[in-house]
């Protein structure tokens, strides 16, 4: 079901009525940030918490944040038929955190409280995100009641990796809940994570480079790592194993599981993908990598007055700088890449009077040599740091296909889709 499209009006979309599921766990207070972050997009939010998630949220938390009532029995406001309407109403559940217990009362259909009830009627979208600790993210119990409940069709997040409520740290974390909202909202727009990357290893290039000319300043560029981030976490949650070379990015938080390797210049990528590239088998190049890089670079601060400063800082020689992708397509064809990966390149195009922003990806794949490419139109406040993007997957047999507008998550699962499906083909 899905009828966020769905209008009372023309003009006016109704809002989306999104529930809240909260079990018991310490990281019950993230959902206060989930609920706020549906209600500023301008959804109904219904908080449905089981009675252990009180323990560590009051429920006049939940009323407040979500502006409805919130209970957690089958008992409150018999009147209405709220263990039926709750979930009829729902557009899309989110259960977030979720603990071993509540995944074992839903696998077997129990209807004991409001949640479950709720979820024994709800034909929406389901999103949920455990959170425990890792033995019992790993207990076979919990592992076959995930496998259940994935072959249902509901979407089990994989959890983050990191400090869990002890001294303990692992897989168990529940994920930012600005991942958790992303994802969910891909979900309800369509978006399906098939287990279909599980034991892969994934490479992603994301963020800018930076070319020092001296210590303080660099030529550098505005990619937010937006993109390259929401591939990794898509790969993530489709089962792969995700390592990204990151170069400047935005505040981001990292996909689950996934290792981040930082870099500053163009060469240092170039070192760290050809490190990491060896026993992969998807590389993603969605950095925004710069061609050129300083000739010399000073290593203390050039000052303008002084006759070194003045020359280094008006006319600035430039030497290029490495090709990562098609040094790497090159590697691949003398055998050095294990596994023989899919590669895929990103085209941040503009296009002029004389050539479409397309034409000019079709020339560039030709030229790199890679199985895929991402073609977006960039500049104008088109793509850079934006939470959207658009576009076309060129093939190298030739064959193109549109990207269709959605948030970059979205658009990363369109783009795993084209490179699980060539890997396939
Ligand atoms: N790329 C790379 N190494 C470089 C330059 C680019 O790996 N030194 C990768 C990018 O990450 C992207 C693809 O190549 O996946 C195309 O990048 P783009 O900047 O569009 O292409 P360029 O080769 O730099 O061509 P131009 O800037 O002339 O369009």
Not at 159 to 176: E, Q, W, Y
Request: glycine letters at 10%; one cysteine or more; a negative charge.
């Amino acid at each position: 079901m899905d009828n966020a499209s769905s209008s009372t009006s023309a003009s006016q979309p109704r809002p989306r009525n999104i529930v809240v599921g909260v079990a018991g766990g310490i990281a019950a207070y993230k959902a206060c940030h989930i609920v706020r972050a549906f209600k500023e997009t301008g959804d109904n939010v219904r908080v449905v918490p089981t009675e252990a998630a009180l323990n560590f949220v009051g429920k006049a938390t939940f009323e407040a944040l979500s502006g409805n009532p919130v209970s957690t029995t089958v008992f409150d406001a018999v009147d209405s038929v709220q263990h039926v309407k709750v979930g009829q109403e729902a557009d899309l559940i989110v259960i977030a955190p979720a603990t071993a217990d509540l995944m074992a009362r839903i696998v077997m259909g129990r209807g004991d409280d409001l949640l479950a009830a709720t979820l024994l009627v709800a034909t929406c979208p389901v999103v949920i995100a455990p959170a425990m600790h890792t033995e019992m993210w790993f207990n076979p119990a919990t592992v076959a009641n995930v496998a259940t409940l994935r072959s249902r069709g509901i979407t089990v997040l994989e959890p983050a990796h990191g400090r869990l409520t002890g001294k303990d740290t692992g897989p168990g974390r529940l994920p930012d809940p600005e991942q958790i909202v992303d994802l969910a909202n891909a979900i309800h727009a369509g978006t399906r994570l098939p287990q279909d990357m599980v034991g892969k290893k994934v490479v992603i290039t994301a963020g800018g480079t930076h070319e020092h000319i001296d210590p303080v300043r660099f030529i550098g560029n505005s990619s937010s790592g937006r993109q390259g981030f929401a591939l990794g976490e898509i790969a993530a949650q489709r089962g792969a194993k995700v390592t990204i070379v990151a170069g400047s990015v935005a505040e981001l938080s990292v996909p689950a599981g996934a290792e981040i390797v930082p870099v500053v210049s163009t060469q240092d990528m170039y070192e760290a993908v050809h490190k990491h590239a060896v026993d992969a088998d998807f590389i993603v190049m969605a950095a925004a990598v710069a061609d050129f890089t300083p000739a010399t670079q000073a290593t203390s601060k050039l000052k303008k007055g002084s006759d070194a400063g003045e020359d280094a800082l008006s006319t600035i020689s430039l030497v290029e700088n490495p090709d990562i992708l098609a040094t790497t397509v090159t590697r691949r064809s003398k055998g050095e890449l294990s596994k023989n990966p899919i590669i895929v390149g990103f085209a941040a195009e503009t296009g002029d009077e004389g050539t479409s922003a397309l034409e000019y990806a079709r020339k560039k794949l030709q030229k790199k040599g890679c199985d895929l490419l991402m073609c977006n139109e960039v500049g104008k406040g088109k793509v850079f740091g934006q939470k959207h993007n658009q576009g076309w997957i060129l093939d190298a047999t030739g064959g193109v296909s549109e990207v269709v507008h959605g948030s970059k998550i979205e658009v990363s699962a369109q783009i795993w889709d084209a490179a699980v499906a060539f890997r396939n083909a």
